[in-house]
């Protein structure tokens, strides 16, 4: 499944410039070499947003070198304000901005609320809804703008928009259908492991990188992803599927174990932990291009033990939990998001993801990095102001270059 939002920020038709001039106006440099980052700076002693600085005040580095800073877009309460007007922006294609603004014009925030029904069991389809529900009086406020998606069943794909009704109607759509446990046992195994569990890890993550590829080409706004799942595990279970495996084989464990086409530890599984990790890698990396923060919420809350018709170990359980909580951590860590995992008190997490989401600034410059083959650049913001505490993200990604024919 991939789904395409389309941005367009702009400006009506009659004001657009004529074919002629994009022609001549190159839009490579600033696709490509304009960088932007989020920066939230809190006062040490009070933990109040500085809603006051200039742009004289920052200073960023990049693989240690200062960089000249050409945008810097203020927004504080949910307000727009821009200390320095960024460069032009280019022709962008892809997401479809409404075209009315709120009569308030106090837009500022985006949030794409990203709904992983393939990794949510089906009875957590209650808790996701309440979930959702939630975040409709905690987060999501008049004059925000937010698109949702669902990668499996639940079929929800909606543009970006300001009309509240749209999240108020995706809800009752939601309906998980993530695999249980009995299903990853039983279904069929390959050198990658349990064939469907990687194809709908497959399908979320080709999904969501195609969505931070479309968010790109949104500038000088807090990108907010909520990411509900149940999170990442490519090897689970490993001894219930052995078992399961003698069972139909007619074989002893022991017998399987030693033979390196039925055991899950000795296939090409033993590279699962590393090919999950590359996952979230390309994951993260295609997040930070494009500005965005995942704030990852697991629904299932405070996890103790498996259901009582769940028929898994207690330590494979604790495992598999284990596992799939760290991935929605790498997701949250790497982009400078929080992850809502094994925890029930979602109405303080979403608070604390509405105060992040509307007190921030964004600085944007040129890097002056001559070096295409340097594509990871570690980034560091300071400002002049004392006692005051800087967050941003510390790396970027530069995109592949386009492969030649």
Do not use: C
Request: glycine fraction near 6%; aromatic fraction near 8%; proline fraction near 6%.
């Amino acid at each position: 499944m991939v789904f395409a939002l389309a941005v367009t920020t702009g400006a009506p038709s009659a004001q657009q410039p004529a074919p002629q001039q994009n022609s001549q106006q190159p839009t490579f440099r600033v696709s490509v070499d304009l960088v932007t980052t989020d920066v939230i700076v809190r006062d040490s002693r009070t933990g109040q947003f500085v809603s006051d600085l200039k742009v004289d005040e920052f200073e960023v580095y990049e693989d240690g070198v200062k960089q000249d800073i050409v945008s810097l877009v203020l927004t504080h309460g949910g307000r727009v304000f821009n200390v320095q007007a960024p460069p032009p922006a280019p022709v962008q294609e892809g997401i479809i901005l409404p075209a009315a603004r709120p009569t308030n014009d106090a837009a500022g925030r985006v949030f794409l609320i990203f709904i992983d029904d393939l990794h949510l069991d089906f009875r957590l389809t209650p808790r996701t809804r309440d979930l959702m529900q939630r975040m409709l009086r905690n987060l999501v406020h008049e004059g925000d703008m937010f698109g949702i998606v669902s990668t499996g069943t639940s079929s929800i794909s909606e543009q970006l928009t300001y009309d509240r009704q749209v999240l108020e109607g995706a809800i009752s759509r939601v309906t998980g259908s993530g695999l249980r446990p009995e299903d990853i046992i039983k279904t069929v195994q390959t050198s990658q492991g349990p064939a469907e569990l990687r194809y709908r890890a497959h399908v979320a993550f080709s999904t969501a990188y195609q969505l931070m590829r479309n968010l790109e080409q949104l500038r000088n706004r807090r990108k907010a992803v909520i990411y509900i799942s149940s999170g990442y595990d490519f090897n689970p279970f490993v001894t219930s599927r052995l078992k399961y495996q003698a069972e139909m084989f007619g074989s002893s464990v022991e017998d399987l174990e030693l033979d390196p086409f039925t055991n899950p530890r000795m296939q090409g599984q033993q590279f699962a932990e590393a090919d999950l990790v590359r996952e979230l890698a390309e994951l993260t990396r295609a997040a930070n291009r494009a500005n965005a923060t995942f704030y990852t919420i697991d629904p299932r809350g405070l996890v103790a033990g498996p259901d009582l018709d769940q028929q898994v170990e207690t330590q494979e359980w604790q495992e598999h939990v284990r596992e799939t909580q760290d991935s929605l951590r790498v997701l949250a860590e790497q982009t400078g998001g929080i992850a809502v995992v094994n925890q029930n008190d979602f109405d303080r997490a979403l608070k604390r993801i509405d105060a992040e989401t509307s007190d921030y600034y964004v600085l944007g410059y040129y890097s002056n990095n001559p070096d295409p083959l340097k594509r990871t650049r570690r980034i560091e913001v300071k400002t002049r102001r004392d006692g005051a505490q800087v967050w941003s993200r510390t790396s970027y990604t530069l995109p592949r270059p386009p492969t030649t024919q």
